[in-house]
DNA sequence: TATTCCGATAGTGAC
DNA sequence: GTCACTATCGGAATGAG
């Protein structure tokens, strides 16, 4: 009964570590592997589509855990929730129905307890930064391009499915199939399509609970069952959400300060598109976000 | 099911007030009495026995509330909860369980959900003080005197159930029985018993809900199935609760402030006896509060 | 800063 | 992080001869 119920693949438990999966070492070859985020027809990824990461380059690295320490860590957080995301890591194809896509520096999965309509995790692969909190891990500026890279890429499928689960309502989709129907309108003069991009969110939280670097991609809506309480809520919609274009975070970023982001946590439920305020009364929320996610989803 | 159900007399309620008790006007006698805090054999107070108070002396009162205003919400609050303690004033003879001393100013009744071993309310009965804010009230010296002498005989009352309560348990009454039966020992030089006044506290609620002025006679432990939460705890045990020694208040006194006040009710429940600090377990404080009542009672 | 009922919210432990 | 359980908190009603 821990498991969520309303999406279809088996998740990893704490229980489910392998003994034979502690060496997350050697890799043969490099591969990326890309699904669609439902693909009703996709065949489960094959076993051999997927390899392992390499250390990363020998350039020094700024985390303050060396590589040893990582491991450490590492068999610390095997086996325990805080590490389960470890298993995407290094055994993504056992999991075809989350693991959207895999190349040798990051995983891409469905968010096991989706906050939105769309809600995915990149999850880097490096040993030497996995365990690396945010802050510091995305102090390294190559670290930083290769996730900005691939949260790009997760981004715009997952701009697609939200496409694709929003579209037949869209007022300014609609409105270009309309000029499109019309003939006789240059391709440049046509009305856009809606910009499903601009409601994609990347980034991380201030203070992850997962121990496993994991960047959000998640569209704004915060329309979900899954979405239970305040934290959920308030974990996305105030600073406590760190964007991964705010990395590298200067020294003296108040985002750092933990007071200041418990009380982020602790804030009064503030409306994410109209700024209506309710207080603590989350159930008012939640109804008010149905009729915001009609609206948001018609724009 | 809206009764207390830890004492065996009626109390007010509502519908309750009956039509010929609205003019509270027109004493034809005054009588004093005064009944035992429980006396298993005392029988009911007869009706004549009981007798209304005159009109406060044509001195200017201070209230801000003139008498016809008194009178007018006294119309207001009656048969409503907050001005229940009306009937006790009107009809002390109605509730012979509950009224202990029928003075021609004051009755002193117990409280009805006593928040302590010992919890008494002390009422005026004058129509141009009983509506007034305590604050108001006492700023009238005259008014002050005379409720500060009727406090004092209530709180005697009050610490002689308290002995009656608790004696058999105290260590001080051990120690001087003990002398006693020694012999011998000049009555100066014995050992004091317990001196139960001392652990009655007598004072205002610095926002009341009742309408009706009264002057709470409690016994310090708080111990008691009706303390059911943080508000009624620390209504008692912070400066919310003001010692009728302390009035009149200062223009500029703190306890006037009714954030102040709002903050106090909302405090951290510290245990009254140790200074213990519960935050916001009051279950837990509860538990605590057993033990600190056996230790207590047994001083 | 009345009591009572009741549902929402918040805090806790998870072997 | 989730889940299940419990404690605490917060609003509404309280009346109707
Ligand atoms: N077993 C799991 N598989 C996939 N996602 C998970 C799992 N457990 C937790 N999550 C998600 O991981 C994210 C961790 O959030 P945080 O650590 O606060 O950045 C949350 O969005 C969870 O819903
Ligand atoms: N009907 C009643 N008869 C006697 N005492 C009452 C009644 N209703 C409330 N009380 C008590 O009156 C007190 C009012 O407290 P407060 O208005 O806060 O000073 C509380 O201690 C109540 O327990
Ligand atoms: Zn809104
Ligand atoms: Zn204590």
Not at 48 to 77: D, R
Not at 81 to 109: M, Q, S
Request: proline share 9%.
């Amino acid at each position: 009964m821990t498991e969520p119920v309303d999406d279809e693949g088996k998740i990893p438990r704490p229980e489910s570590a392998s003994p034979g999966s502690r060496h997350p070492t050697a890799p043969e070859a490099e591969k990326t592997t890309t699904q669609a985020v439902t693909s009703p027809t996709s065949a489960p990824a094959k076993r051999n589509a997927f390899t392992e990461l390499m250390a990363p380059k020998p350039k020094a690295p700024i985390s303050q855990a060396p590589q040893s320490m990582a491991s450490k860590a590492s068999q610390i957080v095997r086996g325990v929730w805080r590490g389960a995301l470890i298993e995407y890591i290094e055994h993504p194809e056992r999991f075809p129905d989350k693991v959207l896509r895999v190349t040798p520096n990051t995983v891409l999965i469905k968010d096991a307890f989706p906050k939105a309509t769309i809600h995915l995790l990149l999850l880097p692969r490096s040993p030497a930064h996995y365990l690396l909190h945010p802050h510091s891990a995305f102090a390294d500026p190559a670290f930083l391009a290769m996730m900005r890279e691939e949260a790009a890429v997760g981004a715009q499928l997952a701009a697609a499915e939200l496409a694709r689960k929003l579209g037949p309502s869209s007022a300014s989709n609609r409105a270009r199939d309309e000029a499109m129907g019309k003939g006789g309108v240059p391709f440049d003069e046509l009305p856009a399509g809606r910009d499903y991009a601009a409601e994609i969110r990347v980034g991380t939280h201030a203070h992850p609970s997962m121990a496993h670097l994991h960047v959000h991609i998640i569209s704004r809506d915060m329309h979900s069952e899954r979405a239970r309480h305040k934290k959920h809520y308030n974990s996305f919609v105030t600073p406590f959400f760190v964007p991964l274009a705010d990395y590298p975070l200067v020294e003296d970023d108040v985002r750092r300060e933990t007071g200041f982001q418990n009380g982020n946590l602790k804030k009064e439920l503030v409306c994410w598109r109209c700024g209506q305020n309710f207080g603590a009364r989350f159930a008012e929320l939640k109804k008010h976000l149905e009729v915001e996610f009609e609206a948001w989803r018609a724009e």
